[in-house]
């Protein structure tokens, strides 16, 4: 080995570099070409590597050199990897200079094209450096690749996880909904026995309600379809399909009861909203059993419940909502807590010690009840009016009909004769419908004061036994 006695000549530049300084600065190895030493004294800089590659290609054919391909191009920082128009010249210089048979040309004044042209055209001759740079070229592209790939994949994860279309919801509120998990789902509200909470963590225990969910939203064999709403919302004017294959993916029975209270917040804050307009047929109040409840009356007129829709929410809130209702479970689902059911101090301590409970639960009982009278005062006046139109309406299609066959016998005319024929029957139709409707007002007032007269029944044997238990 031969001994360095001086430290070498300092180095201007990369193209400056002769064998006999590269003898100087790494111990002489057979194995090693030039080009390696070169590229490990310049502080194995990638554009280096690039530039030295041009001319040369890989064992498939891939021309090497080229950064403007993947996955060279999808790099965050792209530019570490191009050579600039400077290292194009040294290495024109270097190859020059390990390569006698090559003139150096002068290509201070080279755009960059002109210089990778001249760098193709006379690639590197020497064996051993053709097969370090081929290597090292291949290493760089093999993990440029795999990271791009990794990266492909992390985002396809992410964007099948995301709910960004309409049809995951509305395949969920479906299976929250269906037949099969109704009865689970009026028991989500109960309070747990001990024996249930302590067999939570049981293999034995039976289903609940949210897995129940989560395992027919992930079960292919369930097709669902959503509902022609179109008074509802534009977006339902159309049936929707909500098979599997519409949605991103499975869901857990976490992430279905996620979804579910994210939901319910939102429709509880818009029916509150459209109580407090007006529109809820008397403003009432969240501890009222109707609450959010849509009256017949009001579907007449149209529905109006789109205009409450916040900002950024979406229109699967408003199928949840007509779904809920339409299925008699919408005191379930809101589930809001009573402000007497508090458990705060403030509102614990108001309550404590009140000798006179039951005077005020008589008043508070009262209050509701002439709420209650008041908004059946209404409904009672809405339903005659309406109950008065259909009877005029029947009365006026009536004479109608008469006159058109009496004058459907008079014609002698067949043609005349057909058109009175038809519209005697369109007339017909519509008279048949109207009664329907007129039978169906009448037996929901009876109904209405069936249960108005059992509730006053019920009231007044409470307060009876109040009375004579509190001595008033």
């Known amino acids: 080995m031969t001994v360095i006695t001086t430290p070498p000549k300092p180095i201007q530049s990369p193209a400056d570099i002769t064998e006999e300084d590269l003898a100087n600065i790494l111990p002489p190895n057979p194995s090693v070409g030039l080009a390696e030493r070169y590229f490990n004294v310049n502080g194995c800089r990638l554009p280096e590597l690039m530039a030295m590659a041009m001319g040369l290609t890989s064992v498939d054919g891939r021309e090497l050199g080229n950064t403007d391909i993947e996955?060279?191009?999808?790099?965050?920082?792209?530019?570490?990897?191009?050579?600039?128009?400077?290292?194009?010249?040294?290495?024109?210089?270097?190859?020059?200079?390990?390569?006698?048979?090559?003139?150096?040309?002068?290509?201070?004044?080279?755009?960059?094209?002109?210089?990778?042209?001249?760098?193709?055209?006379?690639?590197?001759?020497?064996?051993?450096?053709?097969?370090?740079?081929?290597?090292?070229?291949?290493?760089?592209?093999?993990?440029?690749?795999?990271?791009?790939?990794?990266?492909?994949?992390?985002?396809?994860?992410?964007?099948?996880?995301?709910?960004?279309?309409?049809?995951?919801?509305?395949?969920?509120?479906?299976?929250?909904?269906?037949?099969?998990?109704?009865?689970?789902l009026m028991k989500t509200n109960k309070a747990l026995t001990r024996d249930e909470l302590d067999a939570r963590n049981s293999d034995?225990?039976?289903?609940?309600?949210?897995?129940?969910?989560a395992r027919m939203f992930n079960d292919d064999s369930y097709v669902f379809f959503s509902r022609m709403l179109p008074e509802l919302h534009p977006t339902f004017a159309d049936v929707i399909d909500l098979s599997f294959d519409k949605v991103p993916g499975t869901i857990s029975a976490q992430e279905a009861r996620r979804r579910f209270s994210d939901c319910r917040a939102k429709l509880v804050k818009i029916v509150s909203k459209w109580?407090?307009?007006?529109?809820?047929?008397?403003?009432?109040?969240?501890?009222?059993?109707?609450?959010?409840?849509?009256?017949?009356?009001?579907?007449?007129?149209?529905?109006?419940?789109?205009?409450?829709?916040?900002?950024?929410?979406?229109?699967?809130?408003?199928?949840?909502?007509?779904?809920?209702?339409t299925e008699e479970v919408m005191k379930t689902v809101l589930s809001i807590i009573s402000v007497n059911c508090a458990a705060d101090s403030e509102s614990c301590q108001s309550t404590m010690g009140d000798d006179n409970a039951s005077v005020n639960r008589r008043k508070r009982e009262a209050e509701v009840r002439a709420v209650a009278e008041f908004r059946s005062s209404i409904s009672d006046a809405l339903s005659n009016m309406s109950h008065a139109a259909l009877l005029t309406e029947l009365r006026e299609a009536e004479n109608r009909c008469v006159m058109y066959e009496e004058r459907a016998l008079t014609t002698e005319l067949p043609r005349v004769k057909k058109l009175y024929d038809e519209t005697v029957r369109k007339l017909e139709k519509?008279?048949?419908?109207?009664?329907?409707?007129?039978?169906?007002?009448?037996?929901?007032?009876a109904k209405r004061q069936r249960t108005e007269e059992v509730q006053d029944t019920e009231e007044e044997d409470s307060i009876a036994q109040e009375s004579g238990s509190t001595g008033y």
């Open 204 to 213: 034995q225990r039976p289903v609940d309600y949210w897995e129940a969910v």
């Open 430 to 445: 519509r008279i048949t419908k109207i009664q329907e409707m007129v039978d169906a007002i009448m037996e929901q007032n």
């Open 71 to 184: 996955p060279f191009v999808s790099m965050k920082f792209h530019k570490k990897v191009v050579p600039t128009a400077k290292d194009l010249m040294e290495e024109i210089k270097r190859r020059c200079k390990v390569d006698s048979s090559k003139k150096a040309p002068s290509c201070r004044h080279w755009n960059k094209d002109k210089l990778v042209s001249w760098l193709k055209e006379n690639p590197m001759s020497d064996v051993i450096d053709r097969v370090f740079v081929q290597l090292e070229e291949e290493k760089l592209f093999n993990m440029l690749t795999k990271a791009a790939e990794e990266k492909t994949e992390t985002a396809k994860k992410n964007q099948t996880g995301a709910w960004v279309t309409l049809e995951p919801y509305l395949r969920l509120i479906e299976c929250f909904f269906h037949d099969d998990n109704r009865e689970l």
């Open 275 to 325: 109580e407090l307009s007006g529109n809820g047929f008397g403003q009432r109040t969240t501890e009222e059993p109707q609450f959010g409840h849509m009256e017949e009356e009001q579907l007449e007129e149209g529905d109006n419940r789109s205009s409450f829709l916040d900002s950024g929410t979406r229109e699967h809130i408003l199928y949840l909502w007509h779904v809920a209702d």
